[in-house]
């Protein structure tokens, strides 16, 4: 094993640097946001997708840089879905909306470099469960640890009352929300 394949040991950080995916938060760059002026409701959509983009560029630049760097956003998305609990592919297409058939490609990928695991269910064999390996939990260990310092360049500019209320808004519409 060389030592790209070594994920145990995080790759060399900067102390304090900020993820490329989060540069525009810098408050020098911020020149071309007018805080004054409030966006119009009909951009709310468009501002949670760029959002979430960055917050998932971002996410995953780091878990990168902590030498997981064969790791694809749709991976992350499956690992966390797995976390310390068995799934069904079905299941598991359902919560990450896309096809039986693509997420059976990824399980596969993911099993064969040692991250999953697939059994046949024990009350139906046509039932393919998968689950997650001590490498797999590693992964999402970073995955955790990345999110945690990903979060902390987004929010450490934001008061405490407005970080609480931007919260309580956003589970209130993620609860109207059909099919959440």
């Keep these: 094993m060389d030592e790209t394949d070594d994920y145990s040991t995080p790759a060399p950080r900067r102390p304090g640097a900020v993820p490329d995916a989060l540069d525009h938060l810098d408050p020098v760059r911020r020149h071309f946001l007018r805080l004054d002026e409030v966006p119009p409701v009909t951009a709310l959509p468009q501002l949670l997708r760029r959002a979430s983009a960055v917050m998932d560029a971002a996410v995953l630049e780091s878990v990168h840089q902590r030498g997981w760097r064969e790791l694809t956003d749709g991976d992350l998305k499956l690992l966390d879905s797995l976390r310390d609990r068995t799934v069904p592919i079905s299941t598991l297409a359902e919560l990450l909306g896309v096809s039986h058939q693509a997420v059976s ?3 596969t990928d ?7 695991t697939k059994d046949q269910g024990w009350q139906d064999v046509r039932v393919v469960l998968v689950r997650l390996t001590a490498r797999g939990r590693a992964a999402v260990r970073a995955l955790d640890e990345s999110v945690d310092e990903a979060l902390g360049f987004v929010v450490d500019d934001i008061p405490a ?9 956003l589970t209130v519409l993620a609860q109207e929300l059909p099919g959440a």
């Design 105 to 107: 490609r990824r399980v």
């Design 110 to 116: 993911l099993v064969a470099r040692g991250m999953a």
């Design 161 to 169: 009352e407005h970080l609480e209320r931007l919260l309580v808004h």
